[in-house]
């Protein structure tokens, strides 16, 4: 079973940078992500990647700003995220599939982490 483990979360300004982190370990997987959840609001997809060649996908109110990246020698997952808004505050999660490449489904996401809070103050 993928155990996942996110890190790097905290209370950042407006316009500011942060870089989460999720740790894995475990059976092959084919595709992680980024969710987050917004308090009071349903969980939603931030972006993906595909484990074998590195093929991202973003939502668009954070394409441009965030950039998903991989390092496969440490099963590593990153979240470079730029010129922070107070509507990216909430609990952020990565998730991995072992079973789809690419997907923005929660429910294709076999792992996932214990989630990381971010809070972006104006």
């Known amino acids: 079973q993928v155990r996942l483990a996110e890190s790097g979360g905290r209370s950042v300004q407006t316009g500011d940078s942060l870089v989460l982190s999720c740790t894995a370990s475990?059976?092959?997987?084919?595709?992680m992500a980024w969710f987050r959840q917004a308090l009071g609001k349903e969980r939603e997809f931030v972006a993906q990647?595909?484990?074998?060649?590195?093929?991202?996908d973003y939502v668009d109110a954070v394409r441009g700003r965030f950039t998903i990246s991989r390092d496969s020698a440490t099963s590593t997952l990153y979240l470079q995220m730029d010129n922070l808004k107070p509507e990216d505050t909430g609990v952020y999660y990565c998730?991995?599939?072992?079973?789809?490449?690419?997907?923005?489904?929660?429910?294709?996401?076999?792992?996932w982490g214990q989630g990381t809070q971010v809070t972006v103050s104006s």
């Open positions: 475990g059976p092959t997987f084919s595709a």
């Open positions: 990647i595909r484990w074998n060649d590195g093929w991202t």
């Open positions: 998730a991995a599939s072992t079973r789809y490449f690419h997907t923005r489904l929660e429910g294709d996401y076999d792992a």
